[in-house]
Antibody, heavy 118, light 112 residues
């Protein structure tokens, strides 16, 4: 059974940093692209980052480019999201998701809440 | 960026009725391989999203055949035949053609 379990969320002040983790199991992690998708309170879904199987390629929307960094450790079947210079608009539930061709998200974690506030 | 625009439903919908959820993209999602890169998800209340349909009309594993997807390169429809209580939630379309990957704003389904 595919499982994705996020951790590392919490309350953080504007301008500070936070690192999210996602532990994957039930599939061969190194064979899949992985992604982060977020959802602000009472809002829709927003794709945040994607990483290739080896980690050599990463993709971001303009809203987080230069502030967020996605990474992975295939030996540990783990995905990460380093978030720097956090803003109030980054407040959201962050989901870890497995990404497959054709750029869809076929498994999602339960999500982790990040609140950016002073 | 490709903008995804979703329509609304006349909620609440009577149980057993069929509904169609619409989604439009600002650019054709038909790729040179002949496939249309449009995906549908359902997010039930308090849950994570789940994949329903990909390549515009292919049901994901385990998804009821009451769900069907159709459309053209820019206009898409998710049909639910005979809505049930478990179908309640918010439906999202998402384009997988190019980065940045983008979602529609969601369509809420409530059942009477």
């Amino acid at each position: 059974e595919v499982q994705l379990v996020e951790s590392g969320g919490g309350l953080v002040q504007p301008g500070r940093s936070l690192k999210l983790s996602c532990a994957a199991s039930g599939f061969t992690f190194s064979n899949y692209y992985m992604a982060w998708v977020r959802q602000a309170p009472k809002k829709g879904l927003e794709w945040v980052a994607t990483i290739s199987t080896s980690g050599s390629r990463t993709y971001y929307p303009d809203s987080v480019k230069g502030r967020f960094t996605i990474s992975r450790d295939n030996a540990k079947s783990s995905l990460y999201l380093q978030m720097n210079s956090l803003k109030s608009e980054d407040t959201a539930t962050y989901y870890c998701a497995r990404q497959t061709r054709p750029n869809l998200f076929d498994y999602w974690g339960q999500g982790v809440m990040v609140t950016v506030s002073s | 960026d490709i903008v995804m625009t979703q329509g609304a439903l006349p909620n609440p919908v009577p149980s057993g009725e069929s509904v169609s959820i619409t989604c439009r993209s600002s650019k054709s999602l038909l790729y040179s391989d002949g496939k249309t890169y449009l995906n549908w998800y359902l997010q039930r209340p308090g849950q994570s999203p789940q994949l329903l349909i990909y390549w515009m009309s292919t049901r994901a594993s385990g998804v009821s055949d009451r769900f069907s997807g159709s459309g053209s390169g820019t206009d898409f429809t998710l049909k639910i035949s005979g809505v049930e209580a478990e179908d309640v939630g918010v439906y999202y379309c998402q384009q997988g053609l190019e980065f940045p990957l983008t979602f529609g704003s969601g369509t809420k389904l409530e059942i009477k």
